[in-house]
């Protein structure tokens, strides 16, 4: 969670009990606002009402009120990995209602906006139900999660050859066919021939994975943002 909200463009972070006091405008014909506490109490009552807990939150606004991001972390888990969530809305019409999910989320006030699937995208319409919209969203953040987890069980079993791994960290940096900066490939190659974590010893598709996204984090949050992003389609021509 700690890396699921950035801001850069000016947005400040506010706490939940601070959402209902930002002014909402008032509906058009075409274009139906959604106060931001109440776009939050629909994801939260979604949440609850199938047993989902929110183990952590975090909100910020546009310095105008006009918009609102999000991240939240939940009670999901498998073998280690817990399941995000993030959205984000405007008033202004910048952009569509949104949430994503995953076990890797990023959501930044200068429109960055990524997870591992969609769960959401919706237009202001004036026919626009909130609570049944995110009923909708938080049934499909459930199914896709399964999906998500599936996957890292298939790259956890995944042995990786030693020359196999280097052909690929080559590949991403010196070929580059992974949008990320060249001089991290030294630092990927150690991160995974000398693992600091247990659970990252074993010579398989998902340890090489995390040295790449624990290489990332020694980049500023725009850039691991983007490296991050493209990593999985990146890896998964792999396997």
């Known amino acids: 969670m700690s890396n699921a909200l950035m801001l850069h463009a000016g947005a400040q972070k506010i706490g939940r009990q601070d959402l209902p006091a930002i002014p909402c405008p008032a509906p058009t014909e075409t274009h139906k606002p959604i106060p931001h506490h109440l776009l939050v109490e629909s994801i939260i009552q979604a949440l609850t009402y199938r047993k989902i807990d929110v183990v952590s939150e975090e909100y910020a606004v546009s310095l105008d009120g006009a918009r609102i991001f999000g991240a939240l972390a939940v009670n999901i888990e498998h073998d280690g990995i817990r399941l995000a969530i993030s959205f984000r809305n405007s008033h202004d019409k910048s952009f569509s209602l949104g949430l994503i999910a995953g076990y890797r989320v990023f959501c930044c006030d200068n429109l960055a906006f990524h997870g591992d699937f969609v769960a959401l995208a919706r ?29 890292v069980d298939v790259w956890r079993g995944y042995e990786l050859p030693d020359a196999e791994a280097k052909v690929i960290i080559y590949r991403a940096f010196i070929e580059d066919e992974l949008e990320a900066p060249k001089h991290l490939a030294k630092e990927v190659h150690q991160l995974y021939f000398e693992p600091t974590y247990d659970e990252f010893k074993p010579r398989t598709l998902w340890s090489l994975s995390n040295a790449f996204t624990s290489a990332f984090k020694l980049l500023d949050p725009v850039p691991q943002f983007k490296a991050t992003a493209n990593l999985a389609p990146f890896m998964e021509q792999f396997h």
């Open 123 to 151: 237009k202001h319409s004036k026919n626009l139900d909130i609570v049944e919209t995110m009923a909708i969203g938080i049934d499909r953040i459930q199914r896709k999660f399964d999906e998500v987890t599936q996957q």
